[in-house]
């Protein structure tokens, strides 16, 4: 299991060195939107991934106008710069690089921004921490000392750049920190019921790295999103109740500590009696059931804790 461990937790960061490309780059850059990624085939394009927003790469000054792009004409004459991924020779909108010191900032708190340099224009909704700025431009264009011009990706703004100012202590500069938003992220695209292993230990490392506070709460916080509260915290109580599992005929997950992202120690199937000596304090709502989680011995000798919807007690 160590070794299991080592040898993810070192695909992880072979993952996040990707991020800065190999090969040949004139100039460091990061993108501005999410990155479709082509390859070349004559004078067409073809999709090869997407790669996210903020990401450092190494771009060149060539660019290129496919006749095709997946099959379809070029009609607007899009033009695409040439960019190095994976070690090969790839190819991305040129209008999503932006040319940028390749410092990477991210938003350690939710951040209210301002549409001018002023302080008296405040949008009334803040930017979610974790967001990656693509660019900040510190060169006078405000009129209040603490603003500073940033630009980041706006997903609910149809998809756009944006450009705004934002409070300088709202950033961060870490490298740390960039890299625990990354790892939150990768964690946040997984799959839970196939990749619950690996979920923890990107948002495990991800907690390791981070060194704002609130992007350590962005990690807790995602983490939650993902698996649920993490009830495993919460007070208990002494109880002495017998009961039975009731399940309507399903096998019931018997778990090392209260909540559903911890390691299941074994099952129990309907009907079995089990006596209860501990319950938590707090509840945890797991689809449409909201319950407490119970310390219960089985009639078959099995210890663990079950959710409390998955049996009746006396």
């Known amino acids: 299991m160590k070794m299991k461990k080592i040898i993810l937790i070192s695909s992880i960061f072979a993952a996040i060195a990707s991020l800065a490309f190999a090969g040949g780059g004139e100039t460091a850059c990061m ?47 899009t033009e695409y ?28 708190n939710d951040a209210p921004v301002f549409t001018t340099g002023t302080i008296a224009s405040v949008e009334a909704k803040c930017v979610p921490v974790g967001t990656v700025v ?28 944006r450009s705004v100012f934002m409070l300088r202590d709202d950033l961060s500069e870490s490298d740390d920190d960039y890299t625990a938003v ?12 196939s990749s619950k292993e690996q979920i923890l230990l990107l948002l495990s490392e991800a907690q390791s790295v981070a060194r704002s506070s609130g992007i350590s709460e962005f990690v ?3 983490k939650a999103k993902i698996l649920g ?18 399940s309507d005929g399903a096998k019931v997950n018997v778990r090392e500590a209260p909540g559903k ?13 089990v006596s209860a000596t501990k319950k938590t304090t707090k509840k945890e709502k797991i689809g449409g059931e909201e319950a407490s989680w119970y310390y219960v011995e089985a009639s078959n000798g099995t210890k663990g804790w079950i959710f409390g919807s998955t049996a009746s007690f006396k």
């Open 134 to 161: 693509i660019s900040l431009d510190n060169d006078g264009y405000s009129t209040y000392p603490g603003l500073v011009k940033v630009i980041f990706y706006d997903a609910k703004i149809f998809g756009r750049t």
């Open 220 to 222: 807790e916080a995602t």
């Open 31 to 77: 993108l501005r939107n999410p990155g479709w990624v082509y390859t070349r085939e004559g004078n067409d394009l073809k999709y090869k991934t997407t790669i996210d927003v903020g990401t450092k790469i190494d771009a060149t000054y060539s660019t290129f106008v496919p006749a095709k792009i997946n099959n379809s004409e070029n009609k607007w004459e």
């Open 229 to 246: 509260e993490d009830i495993s915290k919460s007070p208990v109580e002494d109880v002495n109740l017998e009961g039975v599992i009731s």
């Open 81 to 108: 710069t040439k960019i190095y991924y994976e070690g090969d020779e790839c190819y991305t909108p040129s209008s999503f690089i932006g040319y940028s010191s390749g410092t990477v900032y991210v938003v350690k």
């Open 182 to 193: 990354i790892l939150t992220n990768a964690a946040a695209q997984k799959d839970v019921k």
């Open 261 to 273: 992202g911890s390691n299941t120690v074994g099952q129990l199937e309907d009907g079995t009696a």
